[in-house]
């Protein structure tokens, strides 16, 4: 991935950031404001989740020869990825299998969705490991971001990535960076697109 990883830094310093405020009160159900993406609605975005938490829903049915679906919810916090797949298809044509919400107070967060993005993107060949999450380990981080060991803006947790249960993993996924980046835009938006990212 070194060969990318100028181009990757630059990508991720010059996407906006985003800060939106839940609607609902907390304990209650998420107002239309509050989704990120609605199950079977189209979205061109990528999420990365910097500071806050999503709740994620979604149908799991492990059985198959068993008509009974579950549903189950996750809550995804700071350097999660939602919605990776939406680099590798078509722009378009990514209609999402779960549902995702805001649930902290606030929530700041980069979204990538455009052919630059990918191009870059494809080049990355990070580690994963098994059960549909990607590892960036710490000497990456501050390789990237020169980082050092003490620096308490280096969140050095796990990657992982809310994907379409049961899809094959990519070598390929958004990359983490500190909300407060130089080169970043920051911008609040308490009311993003009614619905959904688009």
């Known amino acids: 991935y070194k060969e990318n990883m100028a181009d990757l830094q630059k990508l991720v310093r010059t ?7 839940r609607k609902s009160p907390a304990g209650e159900k998420p107002a239309l404001e ?14 990365l989740i910097l500071s ?3 709740e994620v829903s979604y149908e799991d049915q492990r059985d198959r020869d068993s008509p009974t679906v579950v549903r189950k919810v996750v809550t995804k916090g700071p350097w999660s990825t939602l919605a990776a797949e939406v680099l590798e298809v078509p722009e378009g044509t990514y209609v999402p299998d779960f549902t995702a919400s805001i649930v902290s107070e606030t929530l700041r967060y980069v979204r990538l969705a455009n052919d630059r993005s990918r191009k870059v993107l494809e080049g990355v060949d990070f580690s994963h490991s098994g059960g549909g999450r990607r590892k960036l380990g710490k ?3 501050q390789s990237m971001y020169n980082l050092n060991s003490s620096s ?32 970043a835009s920051d911008k609040s938006s308490p009311n993003p697109q009614a619905g959904g990212l688009s």
Request: glycine letters at 6%.
């Open 152 to 183: 308490s803006t280096a969140p050095f947790r796990s990657l992982t990535t809310i994907r379409s249960p049961g899809k094959p993993l990519t070598p390929y996924t958004a990359t983490p960076r500190t909300a407060n980046s130089e080169g």
């Open 15 to 21: 996407s906006e950031v985003i800060t939106i405020t």
């Open 52 to 54: 806050g938490e999503a």
């Open 34 to 47: 509050d989704f990120l993406y609605r199950q079977g609605k189209v979205s061109n975005t990528c999420t």
């Open 139 to 141: 000497q990456q981080y």
